[in-house]
């Protein structure tokens, strides 16, 4: 989809708003395109995918984020 080719766009606008369409359209099939903008260097993008991965309402969109074994990212 055009809202799945904004997410490595170089451009956080753009990233920003692929996300905010897949918060509005939300499927478990966009959450692994999803989990690498939780370490954007850009607030409004990480907002932006934390609403998206949460409105899919998903388990893997939580078991998919780096920590969420209980262990920290690294």
């Known amino acids: 989809s055009l809202a799945g080719l904004a997410l490595?766009?170089?451009?956080?606008?753009?990233?920003?708003m692929g996300a905010d369409y897949f918060q509005r359209h939300p499927s478990a099939d966009w959450i692994p395109a999803l989990l690498p903008l939780l370490d954007d260097?850009?607030?409004q993008v990480q907002l932006a995918a934390i609403a998206a991965l949460?409105?899919?309402?998903?388990p893997s969109a939580i078991d998919g984020w780096p920590g969420a074994?209980?262990?920290?990212p690294g």
């Open 8 to 16: 490595p766009q170089p451009w956080p606008d753009l990233r920003r």
């Open 41 to 43: 260097p850009q607030p």
């Open 54 to 58: 949460g409105a899919t309402g998903h």
């Open 69 to 72: 074994d209980g262990q920290s």
